[in-house]
């Protein structure tokens, strides 16, 4: 009778630390939307992402036909983007913002304007700022986890409508860069290309591949490092080679 008392006991309390260990969210796709705490996800200092709803997520689309007034997309929603100004003919530039940041910094707005001068593209900016914001960058980090399985949804939903994995482009500065990892991986690396711009090194640089942007995250993957400094010398990006080509940009005085 002890014995099954103390069995009793460790399986709930077993139990408990599971629970609090893991979370899902109804309000997304299926298969991405459940999170937990175990290996490899150890990086985020036992914080579990917070839902999309709660960071406010926001995908806005903008081409040749509505530079100004973006279409606001659901992501797991064909009707959505079957109904704005998305063309499956295109290719599709994702632009994910970093740590306290937005997507209505002059970086993003300058970004869309140039690409959209050259080529008949998608251009979708991702605004996660509620989930990005300050000061808690260990929740942050986390975040990053459920915004990369909405771009990975948005993707799968543009498929539906005669799209292809292939043909999006995931531009990410910091913990952004970090999100174009986390997209790619939940796709299996069917993703295009991924362009990196100083991926965030604080809680990613030294944990596994599955939790931070490598190169089998995309048939592509460019890192621009501008910031790889260690962090005891207030660098703040990576300073590992993870892409198929890095790029470490001299200072000239």
Not at 28 to 44: A, G, K, Q, V
Not at 203 to 209: I, M, V
Request: aromatic share 10%; with cysteine.
């Amino acid at each position: 009778m002890l014995l099954r008392l103390v069995f009793s006991l460790a399986l709930s309390q077993h139990l408990f630390c599971a629970a609090i260990r893991s979370r899902c969210y109804d309000e997304m796709r299926e298969e991405f939307r459940c999170f937990d705490l175990w290996p490899p996800y150890t990086n985020t200092n036992f914080h579990l992402p917070a839902s999309p709803s709660d960071q406010n997520i926001q995908f806005q689309l903008f081409t040749v036909h509505n530079r100004l007034t973006p279409d606001l997309v659901d992501p797991l929603d064909a009707t959505s983007l079957h109904s704005s100004h998305f063309d499956a003919s295109h290719p599709t530039k994702v632009i994910v913002h970093g740590f306290t940041s937005s997507s209505q910094q002059d970086w993003v707005h300058d970004m869309v304007h140039q690409l959209l001068l050259h080529h008949p593209l998608n251009v979708i900016t991702v605004d996660w700022s509620a989930g990005a914001k300050g000061p808690n960058y260990f929740q942050a980090a986390a975040n990053c986890r459920v915004v990369g399985a909405q771009i990975a949804s948005l993707v799968l939903t543009a498929e539906q409508l005669g799209s292809s994995a292939s043909s999006f482009h995931v531009i990410g500065h910091s913990l952004g860069a970090q999100i174009g990892g986390y997209a790619g991986a939940y796709l299996h690396g069917r993703l295009g290309r991924v362009s990196g711009l100083d991926p965030a090194a604080p809680q990613f640089e030294n944990y596994g591949d599955a939790v931070k942007l490598e190169k089998t995250d995309a048939m592509f993957v460019d890192v621009i490092h501008t910031d790889a400094e260690p962090l005891h010398e207030a660098g703040l990006g990576t300073v590992d080679q993870i892409g198929h080509i890095d790029f470490f940009p001299l200072n000239q005085v």
